[in-house]
């Protein structure tokens, strides 16, 4: 079984929605998911919203620190902030191949609701894709049998 660590500042936006849909687009494959954050933010409301729209309820999701995941041998871990990114911790994970991309924060943008809305969608869209690609590249053999 593989293990896929997503791993953002405050594990409250951006790398949640991405454990969403890493979790949507592994159906029926041998794969653990974790998500963390080198901070905890709690669940960020705009991302919840974001997700529900595209079907995918993330609402049962917790914020964690990346500490809680030590013992964990990670196959991969996908830093989705530049400050994640540059901030991590060592893992301890031997073998993990480790991606990195910045996606957008819609969290820090201060507008109107309608900016808001269309600021989470923009980094929904870009997630969505990125880890469609991801799973489509990396783990199609890992379908259950």
């Keep these: 079984?593989?293990?896929i660590l997503v791993l953002?500042?405050?594990n409250s936006c951006r790398s949640q929605m991405a454990h969403g849909y890493l979790n949507h687009f592994l159906d029926n494959r041998k794969v653990n998911v974790y998500s963390a954050g080198?901070?905890?933010h709690g669940l960020n409301p705009g991302a919840?919203?974001?997700m529900k729209e595209d079907g995918i309820n993330i609402d049962h999701h917790t914020s964690n620190h990346v500490d809680e995941y030590s013992d964990i041998e990670f196959d991969y871990i996908i830093t989705v902030c530049d400050h994640a990114n540059e901030n991590c911790p060592y893992i301890p994970s031997k073998n993990a191949k480790?991606?990195?991309h910045n996606f957008y924060d819609p969290s820090k943008l201060v507008g109107t609701t309608e900016e808001k809305h269309a600021a989470f969608l923009k980094a929904r869209e870009e997630i969505k894709a990125y880890f469609n690609n991801f799973v489509k590249e990396n783990l199609n053999s890992e379908k259950a049998g």
Excluded: D, V
């Design 1 to 3: 079984m593989k293990n």
């Design 8 to 10: 953002c500042t405050g």
């Design 38 to 40: 080198i901070e905890t």
């Design 48 to 50: 919840l919203a974001i």
């Design 98 to 100: 480790r991606l990195h």
